[in-house]
């Protein structure tokens, strides 16, 4: 095959580039598949969640006593994703403590996806304050699982909450023990929800509360002892 000698001097050229990027390279490390643009992993107790966007839970959490395994503070527009791993607290020997599971405070428009997991070991459950547009929720068939010793569910939101596919055990000897505190509040939709294992005692034990809420949806809502 015949080139002229400007196609010869320019091939020449590119090999020799070619060859001192080859001689220079290294090989990438095998690192497990790449994070997915958007997505922050949730791998410890005591994360601080205060920028928008999802967060995914990528294992099971052990936290230790007076240890809140997640916060959700100051920020908007949250997916919390719990991918069906277990959250595991320490119950302190005073139960007035007050050590919680997952609190959010001051976020609006916030989502916790609890199909398939399990938080316990607390004695509040979730505590939200200050949190329109909250939903708590698992799936038909994969409820999300919250067992605590004084309150499973606590809300001051001051708006829209939904509480969807709960499995909401309290199971303690504490002051009033309650599975689903909700106050101050426009709309509850509560459906397909269990709390069971109230205590029984002198002191008031309630299923659910409901304080200064002005319209409730309630759908497939059982409360057992």
Same mark, same amino acid.
């Given at each position: ?11 020449? +050229? ?8 080859l ?26 969640? /205060? ?18 395994a ?7 527009? +949250?997916?919390?994703r719990?991918? *069906? ?15 919680i599971?997952?609190?959010v405070?001051?976020?609006?428009t916030? /989502?916790?996806? %609890?199909? *398939? ?20 929720? *698992?799936? $038909? ?7 605590? /010793?004084?309150t499973?569910?606590?809300?001051? #939101?001051?708006?829209?909450m ?9 199971? %303690?000897? #504490? ?11 426009s709309?509850l939709?509560?459906?397909h929800?269990? +709390?069971? *294992? ?7 034990v ?8 002005? $319209?409730? #949806? ?8």
């Amino acid at each position: 095959v015949f080139m002229s000698k400007s196609t010869s001097l320019f091939l020449a +050229v590119v090999f020799v580039c070619l060859a001192f990027v080859l001689s220079r390279a290294q090989a990438l490390p095998i690192i497990g598949p790449l994070p997915v643009p958007g997505v922050s992993a949730i791998t410890a107790c005591g994360f601080a969640i /205060t920028k928008p966007g999802t967060y995914d839970l990528k294992n099971d959490l052990h936290c230790g006593l007076g240890i809140t395994a997640i916060s959700i503070t100051n920020t908007s527009n +949250v997916n919390l994703r719990l991918n *069906g791993h277990k959250i595991q607290g320490v119950i302190p020997s005073n139960p007035f403590l007050g050590v919680i599971g997952i609190s959010v405070t001051n976020a609006p428009t916030i /989502t916790i996806h %609890g199909e *398939g997991a399990t938080l316990t070991g607390f004695t509040q459950g979730i505590v939200a304050s200050n949190t329109p547009h909250l939903t708590i929720a *698992g799936l $038909n068939g994969q409820n999300f699982t919250i067992q605590a /010793t004084l309150t499973g569910i606590s809300a001051n #939101t001051g708006d829209n909450m939904a509480l969807n596919y709960l499995d909401v055990g309290v199971a %303690g000897t #504490t002051f009033q023990p309650t599975g689903i505190a909700v106050k101050s509040l426009s709309t509850l939709t509560l459906s397909h929800a269990s +709390v069971h *294992g109230l205590p029984k005692g002198p002191a008031p034990v309630y299923g659910v509360y409901l304080s200064r809420v002005n $319209n409730v #949806t309630s759908t497939a809502l059982t409360i057992a002892d």
